[in-house]
């Protein structure tokens, strides 16, 4: 499993330039039984767009690149269960 999550960061490393070049970041959170958790950071998290780079981006070439990988979601946000 160590060897799929190394596979997993390294591919995650090869696309954050491209993120990052529009102002935002992903994270590796979470994998398990084939699926990639990921928390989308900076102006991904609140991008219109963020489904659009999830699928048709991270989860395309981690499919493509780690072929344990069956499906990528997105993190639940960190302040979903705070109270204001």
């Known amino acids: 499993m160590e060897d799929v999550l190394q596979r997993i960061e390294n591919t995650i490393n090869k696309i954050r330039p491209y993120i990052q070049r529009d102002g935002g970041d992903v994270e590796l959170v979470d994998y398990k039984d084939g699926i990639v958790t990921v ?33 990528v979601v997105l993190a639940e946000p960190e302040f979903q269960n705070f109270f204001f």
């Open 39 to 71: 928390r989308m950071l900076g102006a991904c998290a609140g991008c219109l767009s963020i489904n659009d780079t999830l699928t048709d981006g991270i989860e395309a070439i981690l499919l493509d690149e780690v072929p344990e990988v069956k499906k």
